[in-house]
C-alpha cells in the first residue's frame, strides 16, 4: 500500500525542492552575479572605439565601459555594432548598453535612459586644405557628409533642410572621409575627438580642420533601456567612482594626451 505513494512523495518533494531551489536563484544578488550584459559599440570609430589586430574592440569608449563594469561588479561582452543599428539594438534587446560616443538628446532621452556625461565633444569641420569654408553656413551651398543619425546629421539637416539632397550619409566617419578624399562631398562634419584623430594620423590626405564656435557643447552618455533604473543607478555609481579616483582622468590621458580638445 505505502509503496503506491511512493512516485508521488518524490514528486512533491522534488517540486519543493526545485521551487526552493528557483526562488534561491531569483534573487537578485545571484542572478546578477550570472548575468553577462550585452554592450555595443561602433567600432570605426578611433580612438574611442576600433578592432586591434585581434579583432577586440580598444580604445576610450571601451577602457571607460570596462572600468565602470568593473567597479559597478557586473560581466560584460562588447559587440561592435555600426551606429545606426545601435538604437534599435538596445529596443530590441539585441543590447543591454551602448557606449558609443553618444550624445545626450531630449529627443534620444525619449526612447533610451543616458547616464551621467562622461565626455565633453562637440562638431568640428573637415574640409581639403585649398577650401575657403571658414564655419558652418559656408557649408549651405556644399554637398556635406556625416555618418547617418548622429548628431552631425541632424546640423546638416537643420542647415540645408530636412530632405535636401546634399546631405550625404554614410554608415561610418572612415567611409564619409573617403568621399571627401574623392571629392564626393565638400566637407564632413563630425565630433571633434574622432575628426582630430582622422586628419592627424592621415597627414597625406591634406585635410583642414575648421571649428566654428557656434557648435553647441555635447555630453556624451553611457544608454540603457528605457526604464531599466537598476543598471542605470549601477553605472552612474561606477561611473562616479571612475572620476572620483583618477581611473577617467587616467584613460583620458592615454588616448587624448597629445590632442587639442
Ligand atoms: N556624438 C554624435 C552623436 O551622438 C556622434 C556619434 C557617432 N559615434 C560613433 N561611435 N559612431 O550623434
Known amino acids: 500500500m505505502k509503496q503506491r505513494y511512493l512516485p508521488a512523495l518524490i514528486l512533491a518533494c522534488s517540486f519543493i525542492a526545485f521551487t526552493a531551489c528557483s526562488k534561491k536563484d531569483a534573487t537578485p544578488a545571484a542572478a546578477e552575479s550570472r548575468v553577462e550584459y550585452v554592450v555595443g559599440a561602433d567600432g570605426a570609430y578611433a580612438p574611442f572605439a576600433s578592432e586591434n589586430e585581434q579583432k577586440e574592440l580598444v ?17 560584460i561582452k562588447i559587440i561592435n555594432t555600426p551606429f545606426d543599428g545601435l538604437f534599435n539594438a538596445l529596443t530590441q534587446g539585441d543590447r543591454d548598453i551602448l557606449i558609443s560616443t553618444i ?19 562637440n562638431q568640428l569641420i573637415v574640409v581639403p ?13 556644399m554637398k556635406i557628409g556625416v555618418q547617418s543619425a548622429t548628431t552631425a546629421d541632424e546640423a546638416a539637416q537643420n542647415l540645408v533642410g530636412k530632405n535636401s539632397p546634399s546631405v550625404k550619409r554614410f554608415e561610418s566617419m572612415p567611409l564619409a572621409f573617403q568621399e571627401l578624399e574623392g571629392g564626393g562631398v565638400d566637407a564632413v562634419v563630425g565630433d571633434n575627438g574622432v575628426v582630430t ?21 555635447e555630453y556624451y552618455g553611457i544608454a540603457v533601456k528605457k526604464g531599466n533604473q537598476a543598471l542605470l543607478t549601477k553605472l552612474n555609481q561606477a561611473l562616479a567612482q571612475i572620476k572620483a579616483d583618477g581611473t577617467e582622468d587616467r584613460i583620458y590621458a592615454h588616448y587624448f594626451a597629445d590632442q587639442k580638445q
Open 103 to 121: 550624445t545626450i538628446t531630449d529627443q534620444r532621452r525619449q526612447t533610451m535612459d543616458f547616464s551621467e556625461p562622461y565626455f565633453v565633444a
Open 59 to 75: 580604445g576610450f569608449d571601451i577602457d571607460i565601459m570596462k572600468a565602470v563594469a568593473d567597479k559597478a561588479g557586473i560581466k
Open 129 to 141: 586644405q585649398d577650401s575657403k569654408v571658414a564655419k558652418f553656413e559656408d557649408l549651405k551651398p
Open 197 to 217: 584623430n582622422y586628419v592627424k594620423n592621415n597627414p597625406t590626405k591634406n585635410f583642414h580642420i575648421v571649428s566654428d564656435p557656434a557648435f553647441p557643447k
